[in-house]
């Protein structure tokens, strides 16, 4: 089968009448993945070229393809369809497909010039702030006090989650790329501070919160009493951890704690308590963090707060007073209890994980200056620290978050750096996204099913560090990715070319355009779905698409016919090519295949072009989608008679199978 | 708005055979509203001629430009080049259009790719009906609004004639009765009495049948 | 006495008259009109002659009106719309009456795209009322069209066609009554079958005073078959033949005499009705029915000639 070539690098945004608005996708993720050109990709069976997009701003793509809060799904509009797209799922499919391809794990080697930076910390800001400083040329040296990179990447997620191969893969990318990572260095003890500063040309702070807060209550100093973090640590390390028992008591209810819980849950084999402040629906973890350890067999307790650990010399169990509230009306963290509700949970070791800090100690008092609480003085636009020539990123100022805004704080703090050592970067604009869906246009929307990641099935998985998810698979990948609904990406329109006909206020299925008395017209990008009846119809070519533009489809017919002398204009979404032996031009939807571009296809050599539609009776990707295709054919097959050709070498092909719309199995 | 359709593809070919360089001239007001001569559609034209063209080798090429009125000088002349080295120039406009290229550029071969049809309202996509034949002495107010020398196939000007059929006229039934509209209209009006009263003869010397027309306004001459 | 013809005479004297079709041959035989005028003569008071009829070119209906008077058959020269601008039109009627035609029947004239020259420009610069009212002014005033004086009016009877059938109903009548105050003196109907609903036309004309100003012929015609009635049902604008018509034709053993039945039954219910000044008899290529029909519905035609 020829390979669809249709979308390419710069297949985003032509210069006509572009608003600049983003998809909300896009715009919510904190690195600005362009997501929606790499779910096309991945529609489309391209998982390289898909990886390479996430590359471009993403430096852990398998990683955060794994472990990633992903808000992108939040701010996706198929929400308010149906259910958002898999993106982070979509994500690992990518580097999945890439990898089986055997291609997109080749990094470039930039050259470096003589300045060098100090990374002081290997976690997703240091590792992002390194592989972006790289690229403009700076040599970038890590040093991280563990004896592997990864920061809490790898001390504080667990394998099931993150496997360990995978995490040394995204960091041999990078090392590939020249970054230098010196393990085992702990700065202050091997290395002074200001030695470090004296070494290099800039100095990045990215140590992470790498310390876990206690609980001034009676009882922590009882045996059976543990922190996260080095608990986490020593599980991740695969060492003993010879105080856990078997009725563990973890206390917190953020994504940390359900990690401490689930691995709490494979190393003892024993039962787990989550014990936690908030009620059920204020938990801070992610509810898919929480439905995953439930289903492993973790009890959770909410509105309950420690009041002492019940012991002598060797934890017994919790005693808990209940929790009223646990926020202030301002919305502040200022949790009120019932002091005389007090009931004890039995257990044999407690795990604290209310939070993280930071440790600062290794600054030695020559750093940057630190405020009264200890913690980093600094500027937010910047990225700097009171001392010049030294930044921060990362969760050492931002406060704990996901790994992806620690990355999107180290490629800020990369960007600083540059201007500071002169390279010619700047900070970008931050995009605007397109708003809602207006609540006619999502029902208008064909409903289709959010495929869910295969997992191992809880009772094999809780014996195990192995991972838990499985990957969607080709064919679920793909359909998942075909469910995106090209956010931000129809319509682009040239006031200077509008001839104010209304032509696409009368064809557009979901009232996008709209004329205002003086025929100056707006197509609403909030309702726009980039179906393309409107670019077919406008009489002026006032109209393009952003996905495809007009010369992007002709491009890919010129190169469609390098390798065949058929055409296919076909649906780009999944297993859908009705002439195998046709060179592929992929679109969206063939509603956007205009009569110009039929005949184009003719002229450039094609002796048959196929056309793919869907079913009368199936709207498809698009309402009304499929009356333009047909309409479109029978002009071009008129055409054809018209100048002697076989109208016969316009064929319409019924596209029979949609799997991308399908209900999953 | 004017409306215009393409001549049948071989009339177009049987002129533009003889021509070497041809150059088909689109025309973005008019004929680009009613979707058979804009930019688009000038374009579909001269990728048809060259597929067809190619296939019975014949030499030369076929290139495509758009103005916005061929029926404005001022436009035309920003494509004096093209017009002038072309063998051939096919306007896509209506009648006006290539009546313009030949008045302006003389010498020149210009040859019509459409037929003007109308002057027309747009009842829908892809839909434009017939409202004025510019017969130059307006009497609507007297027809509720409506024009039965336009719309009525024999120009009535009295009433419906006996083919009026469920609101259809006799010569085909995709044609209004404009004599049943008016009725209604006037019913709705409460101006029932205008159906009573005689109309006309009409006055026909303010048409196109009382010689070419022109119209020239008094006022600021530069 | 407007124009002195049979026709005026007959109507005038408040006897029911019998009006006739002829319609012109597709050629320059004078034979065709006389023999047709002779089957007719005697059994009719005067007889239409066919203006072009459904817009197929025929021989000039001046020319064949006149050769059916030197026969002896009083014609009622139809003129349509269609064909001629006011210019010729008065031309025409001042030469018909100057050969001694005394009836003009004034039509719009069915659209040229129904007949054999459908690319053949409609005139139509008048229509059929102001067609009378220039008729009438030409013979009353005596003026043509545009005010200049006429030195010798042309003196004819000016009739009308109505259609009670077509739409829309409640504007028939008043179009009727625009056609009586721009000047007719008589009308034919359009074929009769549905005579509920020519009942309540002329009621409408009474109300209006039509029927005093103008005197009316209810249009008749004999069915031939029953695929003629369904033909006229369906595909015939401003027809109306009723299911029960159709049915007497269907089950009919000699369908022909039946259709003459059908004709004869309906004069015969016309003929009550307040209004109606005669029949029409529509029998175009049958000419031979006339007679039967006549002597069957017991009609006297002639009465102003003898």
Redesign the interface.
Known sequence: MAQDQTITRHFFRPGTGDDGLRPPCEVACPIHTDAQRYIQLVAAGRYADALEVIRDTNALPQSIGRICAHPCEDACRRGQVDEPIAICNIKREASDGAKAEGRGYDPPRPQFGDRKVAIIGSGPSGLAAAHDLALMGIRPVVYERQPEAGGFLRTGILNYRLPKDILDEDIAYITGMGVEIRTGVAIGEDVGFDELAAEHDAVLIAVGLSESRSLPVAGVDNRGVLLAVPFLEAVNAGREVPELGKEIIVIGGGNVAIDVARSARRVSGGDVTMVCLEADHEMPAHDWEVRDAVAEGVKIVCSQGPNAIVGDGQVEGLEMKRCESVFDEQGRFAPTFCETELSTLPGDTVIISIGQMSDMSFLGGSGPELDGRGILVFDREQCATTRRGVFASGEVVTGPGAAVSAMASGKRAAIAIGKFLGVDVDFPAEPRAVNELPGYVAGMINKGARRSVPARPEDERVRDFGEVELGLGEVDGRCEASRCLLCAAGARYSETRC?S???CV??CPYAAPEADGNGLLKIDPDKCQACGICFT?????AIDLAVLSEDDIRAAVDAALEGSGEVEFGCWYPQTRVAAEAGAVMLPCTARL???LV??A??AGAGRVHVAVCSEDDNGRFVTGHRQTRAVVEEGRR?LQ????DPEALVLTLVKEKKCLKPQQ | MITAERK???QIRAVTDQFGKVLVVGC??CV??C?TG????A??LA??????RG?DGIAGSVETVTV?RQCENEYLDAISEQVKAADLVLSTACSIGPQGIAERFPGVRVAPAMNTNMMAV?K??HHWAEYCVACGDCGIFNTGGICPIARCAKTLINGPCGGSQGGRCEISPDVECVWQLIHDQLVSLGLEENLRKISGPKKWSSANTGGPRSMKKEGFKP | MKSGSILEKTLESGAFAVTGELGPPKGADAGVITRKANILKGHVDAVNITDNQTAISRMASMAAAKIALDEGLEPIMQMTCRDRNRLAMQADILGAAALGIRNLLCLTGDHQSFGNHPDAMGVFDLDSVTLIRMVKDMRDVPAFQCGEEITKAPELYIGAAANPYADPFPFRAIRLAKKVDAGIDFCQTQIIFNVDKFDQFMAQCRELGVTERCRILAGVAPLKSAGMAKYMKNRVAGMDVPEEVISRMEGAADAQDEGIQVCVDVIDRVREIEGVAGVHIMAVEWEEAVPEIVSRAGLRPGSARS
């Open positions: 001839i006909c209304l032509t009368r064809v119809q406008c009489p002026a070519k205009s009569l110009g005949l184009y003719f002229e055409a018209e100048i002697g050709l | 049948p593809f071989e973005n007001t680009a509203v979707l804009g930019e688009k559609e374009e579909v990728s048809q001629l060259r597929i067809a296939q916005l747009v829908g996509h």
